[in-house]
């Protein structure tokens, strides 16, 4: 028995391009010039160790976003591990934080990005083909059309 599956295709290409400009271009300015960065967004100092380890990770999401323009199905897994990350984040990290009264302003900037990507990625997403059976699986082109224009 084979399912349709409705994809989201302007918000799928939406969501890569939002991650290589945000994500790509924030990675790489940490990995080249993480003062630069760290001045810009009002952030204390780094270990420059993890600090490059995050970079580096957000520069490659941005250039597996690049590929994911071209296919944008076969790259779901880059914007489903953005999406764990970021709520895992929002869990382990901001609610306590929160709680204990100790959330630094300077994070407030990068929470609402945070949640930008988050409902983003749950649009985007087709949760129905990424956990389907590759034989149930029948995609339903209903928006072939792959503009961008459809993201906004």
């Excluded at 391009?17 to 993480?34: D, E, N, R, Y």
């Excluded at 690049?66 to 382990?92: A, D, E, M, N």
Aim: hydrophobic share 55%; net charge positive.
């Amino acid at each position: 028995m084979s399912k349709d599956i409705n994809i989201r295709w302007g918000w799928l290409k939406g969501m890569y391009i939002l991650t290589i400009v945000h994500a790509g271009g924030s990675g790489l300015g940490m990995i080249l010039s993480p003062s630069a960065v760290q001045s810009f967004f009002g952030w204390p100092s780094q270990d420059p160790i993890v600090f490059g380890i995050c970079g580096s990770v957000w520069v490659a999401s941005g250039l597996l976003s690049i590929l994911g323009l071209r296919s944008p199905l076969k790259f779901c897994p880059i914007l489903l591990l953005q999406l764990t990350y970021k709520v895992v984040w929002f869990i382990g990290v901001f609610f306590p934080l929160l709680i204990a009264g100790k959330f630094p302003a300077y994070a407030t900037g990068m929470s609402s990005f945070f949640v930008i990507y988050i409902i983003g990625d749950l649009i985007a997403i087709p949760f129905s083909y990424v956990f389907a059976k590759q034989s149930d699986v029948r995609i339903n082109w209903v928006s072939a059309s792959n503009s961008l224009l459809e993201v906004f």
